[in-house]
């Protein structure tokens, strides 16, 4: 009976079949449910003016740009964070 193991003891036939292609089929998932789900909520919301300062905007529009900061601060610490570590 043969093995999936080489020398060193990993298993090849999940480092070079199986994980190149679930990696990317689950990210494009990922990607295109979060994608359906921001766009669905915020076509939800109605499009009532929202003042900031002395400018009007549509609230999906802050909801968005509310969304778009936290995303960025999120990975600028997330990477900060993983830059420590090595």
Same mark, same amino acid.
């Given at each position: 009976?043969?093995?999936?193991? =080489? /020398?060193? +003891?990993?298993?090849?036939?999940? =480092?070079?079949? $199986?994980?190149?292609?679930?990696?990317? *089929?689950? &990210? &494009?998932?990922?990607?295109?449910?979060? *994608?359906? +789900? *921001? +766009?669905?909520?915020?076509?939800?919301?109605? %499009? /009532?003016?929202?003042? *900031?300062?002395? /400018?009007? !905007?549509?609230?999906? #529009?802050? !909801?968005?740009?509310?969304?778009?900061? #936290?995303?960025?601060? +999120?990975? %600028? !610490? &997330? &990477?900060?964070? $993983?830059?420590?570590? /090595?």
């Amino acid at each position: 009976m043969s093995t999936n193991h =080489d /020398e060193s +003891g990993a298993n090849t036939m999940m =480092d070079r079949v $199986w994980l190149p292609l679930i990696l990317p *089929i689950s &990210a &494009a998932a990922i990607t295109a449910a979060l *994608i359906l +789900g *921001i +766009g669905s909520t915020l076509l939800a919301f109605n %499009t /009532e003016l929202l003042k *900031i300062g002395d /400018e009007h !905007i549509l609230t999906p #529009v802050a !909801i968005a740009l509310g969304m778009t900061v #936290v995303v960025l601060f +999120g990975g %600028t !610490i &997330a &990477a900060k964070t $993983w830059a420590k570590d /090595e």
